[in-house]
């Protein structure tokens, strides 16, 4: 019988079907994750795969901006105004940055005065990091990484919970990782949102152009689900308790989108923006032990 990866309960729901995959949902906590879910080794090719630009049409140049010259597009400044959060709330500057990619957040990180290390399970970023920017990134499984002599102030996860098998696992794991009163900063999609409303409207419809676009929310590599509430429901089981939340919506001028996408796209954020029903989660919590129960 299939369960709930976060709370095990057994009051699973479909959600969505995908072709041959369905998304189910809990009833109980309120997450949701893909089933079947794929292997280790078929997620480490897709991101291969994506990193070298062989992923979706509209991400193939995602990681374009990603070197020396990076400017200072929104993301940057997202990364810049998140660096400073975390800095309000902790004197420490021992950074870990798990999924770290091409190591831009790293190098602006350690521009800020943070001592920074990477994680991540794709070779090919890992080397860019390291030529590109001189970084220390480490390449391996983050749940496979073995303890360090110093724990951390704070540990990053840019757009890395949802694409991980277990994050029950991954998060206790980094609240182990980290100092008593240490920081976790999670981003990642909120499904709660207009964005995955609309898709999901979509993909019932059964409009083959529709539900094909609406769809590609929902890619291989994202296993699960997170509304607020089911991510509130995960960070109080392995050990966090959250200090700052809050959503926003993605920019948009690093996907390649025709013009008209594009501005659909930016007038539902623009109602999701007023409905308080963005697409993106930002989180800051803190280590509490006192919670840990998984």
């Avoid at 959600?15 to 949902?25: A, S, T, Y």
């Avoid at 013009?259 to 007023?274: D, E, I, P, R, T």
């Amino acid at each position: 019988m299939t369960r709930c990866i976060i709370c095990d309960s057994d009051r699973l729901l479909i959600w969505l079907r995908l072709g041959e995959q369905k998304v189910l949902r809990c009833r109980d906590c309120d997450y949701a994750f893909r089933y079947p879910i794929p292997s280790q080794e078929e997620l480490d090719s897709y991101m291969l795969a994506s990193y070298k630009g062989e992923g979706l049409e509209e991400t193939k140049d995602i990681f374009a901006h990603c070197g020396k010259g990076y400017g200072d597009d929104p993301i940057i400044k997202e990364y810049q105004e998140t660096l400073a959060r975390l800095g309000y709330y902790t004197d420490g500057r021992h950074l870990l940055d798990v999924g770290c990619g091409p190591g831009t957040f790293l190098d602006l990180a350690r521009h800020s005065g943070w001592s920074v290390l990477g994680i991540d399970s794709c070779p090919s970023a890992c080397a860019f990091a390291e030529k590109e920017f001189g970084l220390q990134v480490l390449n391996i499984q983050f749940e496979e990484a073995a303890p360090w002599p110093t724990p951390f102030d704070v540990i990053t996860m840019w757009d890395f919970l949802e694409h991980v098998l277990n994050p029950a696992v991954v998060l206790t794991k980094a609240n182990d990782k980290l100092k008593n009163q240490g920081l976790l900063f999670l981003a990642l999609p909120n499904r709660r949102s207009l964005i995955y409303d609309l898709a999901e409207v979509l993909i019932k419809a059964r409009l083959p152009l529709l539900r094909d676009q609406a769809q590609k929310l929902f890619h291989f590599s994202h296993i699960s689900y997170f509304s607020m509430v089911s991510l509130q429901n995960l960070l109080q089981r392995t050990g966090f308790e959250i200090i700052e939340e809050h959503s926003m919506n993605p920019y948009l001028g690093r996907y390649q989108i025709p013009w008209y996408s594009k501005g659909f796209l930016q007038l539902v954020f623009n109602l999701a923006k007023l409905l308080k029903a963005q697409s993106r989660l930002w989180v800051i919590a803190r280590k509490d032990k006192g919670l840990l129960n998984v």
